[in-house]
């Protein structure tokens, strides 16, 4: 299968003749009425319905909770855990980029990250996502061996689902992150472990924009991050998590569709796929240099889009984190597969909780409940929730 390619021009296209509809027309009306159905919405539902705004967000939203409880009524969630804050890449909108002097640098030993593994085991967490930052050519190597032996752990230890999250790598790296762990006999991995690599923006101009043009930047090179997923397959991955970060561009419809393109792909290649859509949050030294501070897209709009993404991706996982404070998560609970807890700060927690410095973590976190007190609510109010024993 070819790896994937976005034809931005399609997009555009199409977010234009959707955004000269008249309200009341029957596109509208027939793009309700499917969603109304339960049907897979197409990228022409989404953008006529996301520029439809007689209809209420409400009124989606309330369409997609009724087409998900048709198919699930549980939960997924995992935690965080950040093996280090180190990073070459200069990305503006990111706590962990290279030049943020403003953020205390901090790299675990392999027996406290093993340690915090066992401490979220003992909480109930059974399925955790190592991260890391994104590093030259001449570091991968020592970043592979190192989330390697984290992942070696986590396995060992008998966590249910593992993500890895180390930026976009090249083919002949996938071995060395991959050593030592079970695969099946078609050579894919026997557990599940997924690869996350959120290309953040699927705009280009945005993209340089924040990420930069330097060559020299691991993170500068649109399409080979772009097609990380297509080669952690190849290299025997059968789980992935592409994400977009909310607020670096402010087409959130292009995000959307250019979003919903490259999860069709990757289901079509044989893929379990999550989507993650977090927002732009506050970030130690923000404002320092220009970067942005807020959170990018407003309630409604981001309860919008993840209404519609519902209706659009039945067969995808949409990821909500506690970047979101509590009364979005229950507003939109119901419309994602999985619910995400914990802190962006290097190996935070404790027996009953976690740390949330704001100067050693990536971004900031809004809900510092402990995880067990989140998933509470959720389980309280009948919905189960996979890979947490409490």
Not at 174 to 181: Q, Y
Not at 208 to 220: A, C, I, L, T, V
Not at 268 to 292: F, H, K, N, Q, W
Request: contains cysteine; proline residues 4%; glycine residues 8%.
């Amino acid at each position: 299968m070819d790896d994937f390619r976005l034809d931005e021009d399609a997009i555009r296209l199409t977010l234009e003749r959707a955004s000269a509809l008249a309200p009341g027309c029957g596109e509208i009306d027939a793009a309700l009425s499917r969603a109304a159905a339960g049907a897979r919405l197409d990228v022409d539902d989404v953008a006529v319905l996301w520029y439809a705004r007689t209809v209420d967000t409400d009124v989606l939203a309330d369409l997609a909770r009724r087409a998900r409880g048709a198919r699930v009524q549980q939960l997924e969630t995992f935690s965080p855990l950040y093996l280090t804050n180190t990073c070459d890449a200069t990305c503006r909108m990111c706590g962990m980029r290279r030049d943020n002097d403003a953020l205390q640098r901090e790299t675990a030993e392999l027996d406290v990250v093993e340690a915090q593994l066992g401490t979220l085991l003992e909480r109930g967490m059974q399925a955790v996502a190592l991260l890391t930052g994104e590093y030259h050519a001449e570091r991968r190597p020592w970043a592979m061996r190192y989330v390697n032996a984290a992942l070696r752990a986590a396995e060992r230890l008998g966590f249910h689902h593992v993500l890895v999250n180390v930026g976009s790598i090249e083919e002949h790296e996938l071995p060395v992150l991959l050593d030592g762990i079970a695969r099946r006999a078609d050579g894919m991995l026997a557990g599940k472990v997924t690869m996350c690599t959120f290309q953040e923006t699927y705009d280009r101009r945005t993209y340089g924009k924040f990420m930069g043009r330097d060559p020299e930047n691991p993170r500068s090179d649109y399409d080979r991050r772009l097609t990380n997923f297509d080669r952690a397959r190849r290299g025997g991955f059968r789980c992935a998590n592409p994400g977009v970060l909310l607020g670096l561009s402010p087409d959130v419809a292009f995000e959307a569709l250019a979003a919903i393109l490259h999860v069709r792909h990757l289901l079509g290649a044989g893929m379990e796929v999550y989507l993650s859509t977090p927002r732009l949050r506050r970030v130690a030294g923000s404002g320092a240099d220009g970067s942005i501070t807020g959170r990018g897209v407003d309630d409604d709009d981001f309860v919008r889009l993840v209404a519609l993404l519902s209706l659009a991706l039945p067969d995808a996982r949409l990821v909500l984190t506690t970047r979101e404070p509590r009364d979005i998560q229950h507003r939109v609970a119901a419309l994602v597969g999985v619910l995400s807890a914990g802190s962006s700060a290097v190996t935070p927690y404790t027996r009953h909780g976690a740390r949330f410095p704001l100067d050693a973590s990536q971004f900031e976190v809004i809900d510092q409940r402990p995880f067990e007190a989140i998933l509470r609510e959720h389980l309280d109010a009948g919905v189960a929730i996979e890979n947490f024993r409490g």
